[in-house]
C-alpha cells in the first residue's frame, strides 16, 4: 500500500503471489502489459545445466582416507578416483549409502535404544526411508545420467490428493482447496478493483487486463463473484453425460479459517517444483551405481572411526579394524558425530563442528494387499498435506495397478518426529493410522500387511535426518576449508542442507580443492 492507502502494483502483485504462487503472479505481470514477452528471449540466451561429466584436470597421486560412506563419501571417492588418487572409504554401518537408505525384504534396521526391525514387504515392494525425490536442475540428476541409473516421474503434486487441517470440517480434494481459495482471493481483488479503489495506481488498460485474468484466475461470474465451479471437481465425473460436479464451497470466511496456505503451496518453492524424479526401483540405486564405479574392494564397512591425526606429511586414521595412514583425509561424517572422534585439529574445529543442530526426522511405510488409493479414490502418486503430527502421506508413484503397494504414512520433522521416535514401532504405526484414518476413513486400516518405521536421531552412526545452522557464517565457513589435511565434505556443508544434491555438490567442492593442492605442490 502507498501512504495514501491505494494499491501500487508492486503490492498488488506481491498479493497475488502470496496467494497463487510465481506462477500466479507471472501470469498477472502478463496482464498488466509487465512480465517480458516471448519475443525477447532468444535461444542463445538459454544457458544449459553443467555437464554431467565433471572430472578434475590432471592426474593425482595421493593416497585419501574418505571418512563415511554416504552420497557425499561415496561421490568424493568417485571422482577422485577418476582422477588417479587411491582411496579407501571407511564407514561404520553395515551397508553403504548412509540417509540413502530403501528397505527390502529381509533388510534388518537397527535403532540405538530400541529393537530393530525387520522389514517383512512382499518381493518387489521397497520403502525410501531417507531421500524420496529429486529436482530436475539437482546435480543428483546429471549422476544418475552418468552412472545408467534409469529414473521415473516421482508425482509430488496431485490434485486428487487431500488436504486437510484443523481447521477445516472435512478433508478435501488439493483441487478443490486451490479453487477456492484462489476464487475467493480472486473475487476480492477484482471487486476492489471495479469498485475504482485501484485506480490511482492502475489505469483502465491495466484494469482491465487485471480483470481478464483475475475472472478465468478465479473462475468467476459475470458479476465478479466466486460462487464454485467444476475446477472443485466432481462427485461423479463426466461420462455419457455431464456429471455431477461438487456442491458450493464453503464461505470466504470458511475457507480462510481452514489456514491452507502451507499445504496449497508446498510445491511452489524451487525443490519442490514440478516434475520431480526419482531412480526406478528405489532411491537407492544412486548407492549402488557410485559403490559399483568406487569399487566395493575399497569401501570397508563394520569401521567405525575411533580417532584422526594430522601428520606432518599426512594422516592417521585409527579404527575399528586397525589403523590407516594416507595422504590426505576427507571426513563426511555427520558434524555432531566427527565432534566426537578424539583427534588433533584444533579446539576451534571442534567448536565448529558442535555448532550446527540436528533435526529429527522420521518415516513410516505401511504396506498394504490392496492399491485402495488408486482403485477406491483414484489417486496415482502424490502427497496429501496435513497440519496433524504425521504432516504428510506420500502415495507410491510406481506400481501402478499392482495388487499391493506402499504408502508412505508419515514424514514428520523435529517436535512431531520426535514425539513418534520416542514411541514403539507399534505405537508409531497405530497412532499414524489413527491420523492417516481421519482423512481416508476405515480403508487405512484395512489390508495392512506390514510396516516399517525409521526415526532418523536414532539412527546409529547417523543421529539425525539433516543439521539446521544458526549462521552461514564462522563456522560454517570455518569447515569449508581444510584443517591441515584433513576436509570436510557433506551437504552441511551447503545451502542444500538434507539433499543429496547438496553432498553431491559440496563432495565436487572439496576435490577440486584437494586435487589444486596436490598439483600444485612442488615435486
Known amino acids: 500500500m502507498s501512504e495514501q492507502g491505494t494499491l501500487t502494483r508492486r503490492a498488488l502483485l506481491v498479493g497475488v503471489g502470496a496467494a497463487g504462487g510465481a506462477g500466479a503472479m507471472y501470469a498477472a505481470m502478463g496482464a498488466l502489459g509487465l512480465a517480458p514477452g516471448a519475443h525477447e528471449t532468444r535461444p542463445e540466451d538459454y544457458v544449459p545445466p553443467r555437464a554431467s561429466d565433471f572430472s578434475l584436470s590432471g592426474r593425482g597421486a595421493a593416497k585419501v582416507v574418505v571418512l563415511g560412506a554416504g552420497v557425499a563419501g561415496l561421490t568424493c571417492a568417485y571422482e577422485l578416483g577418476k582422477a588417479g588418487y587411491d582411496c579407501t572409504v571407511l564407514e561404520a554401518a553395515d551397508r553403504a549409502g548412509g540417509r540413502n537408505l530403501t528397505l527390502r525384504r529381509g533388510d534388518r534396521l537397527p535403532e540405538n535404544g530400541g529393537p530393530a526391525q ?140 481452514a489456514g491452507m496456505g502451507r499445504a496449497i503451496t508446498m510445491d511452489f518453492g524451487y525443490d519442490q517444483a514440478t516434475p520431480m524424479f526419482q531412480p526406478v526401483g528405489g532411491m537407492d540405486a544412486i548407492v549402488k551405481a557410485l559403490t559399483r564405479a568406487v569399487g566395493q574392494d575399497r569401501i570397508r564397512t563394520g569401521a567405525r572411526v575411533t580417532g584422526l591425526k594430522n601428520l606432518p606429511d599426512g594422516v592417521e586414521v585409527t579404527h575399528t579394524g586397525g589403523t590407516l595412514r594416507a595422504d590426505y583425509c576427507v571426513t563426511t561424517l555427520p558434524p555432531h558425530l566427527m565432534a566426537r572422534v578424539p583427534h588433533n585439529l584444533g579446539a576451534q574445529v571442534t567448536a565448529a563442528l558442535r555448532t550446527p543442530v540436528p533435526v529429527a526426522a522420521g518415516k513410516i511405510g505401511l504396506e498394504y494387499g490392496r492399491r485402495w488409493w488408486e482403485i477406491d479414490e483414484r489417486i496415482y502418486g502424490g502427497v496429501t498435506e496435513t497440519d496433524l503430527d504425521i504432516t504428510h502421506i506420500w502415495y507410491p508413484s510406481h506400481g501402478y495397478h499392482s495388487a499391493g503397494g506402499l504408502v508412505v504414512g508419515y514424514y514428520n520433522t523435529e517436535e512431531n518426529a520426535e514425539l513418534y521416535g520416542r514411541l514403539s514401532h507399534a505405537e508409531r504405526r497405530a497412532r499414524a493410522l489413527t491420523q492417516g484414518k481421519k482423512i481416508h476413513g476405515e480403508r487405512y486400516r484395512a489390508d495392512l500387511r506390514s510396516s516399517v518405521s525409521i526415526a532418523w536421531h536414532r539412527q546409529p552412526h547417523i543421529e539425525g535426518g539433516w543439521v539446521r545452522w544458526p549462521s552461514y557464517e564462522g563456522a560454517f565457513t570455518l569447515l569449508r576449508c581444510p584443517a591441515g589435511r584433513v576436509y570436510f565434505a557433506g551437504d552441511w556443508l551447503t545451502h542444500l542442507v538434507a539433499w543429496q544434491a547438496g553432498a553431491m555438490e559440496s563432495a565436487r567442492r572439496t576435490v577440486t580443492d584437494l586435487h589444486t593442492r596436490v598439483v600444485r605442490a612442488p615435486a
Open 118 to 257: 525387520t522389514a517383512d514387504f512382499q518381493e518387489g515392494t521397497y520403502f525410501n526411508a531417507g531421500p524420496g525425490r529429486i529436482a530436475p536442475w539437482m546435480v543428483a540428476m546429471d549422476y544418475c545420467r552418468e552412472l545408467g541409473v534409469p529414473i521415473e516421474t516421482f508425482v509430488n503434486n496431485n490434485a486428487s490428493a487431500y488436504v486437510y487441517t484443523h481447521g477445516m470440517k472435512a478433508p478435501v480434494r488439493a483441487r478443490t482447496a486451490r479453487a477456492d481459495m484462489y476464487g475467493y482471493v480472486a473475487e476480492l481483488l477484482a471487486k476492489a478493483s471495479h469498485a475504482g479503489a485501484l485506480n490511482r495506481r492502475l489505469t483502465r488498460d491495466d484494469r482491465e487486463r487485471l480483470g481478464e485474468f483475475l475472472r478465468r484466475f478465479g473462475d468467476l461470474g459475470p458479476d465478479l463473484s466466486y460462487r464454485g465451479s467444476t475446477r472443485r471437481g466432481f462427485t461423479a465425473y463426466p461420462g455419457t453425460d455431464d456429471g455431477v460436479p461438487l456442491g458450493a464451497p464453503g464461505s470466504l470466511a470458511e475457507v480462510f479459517a
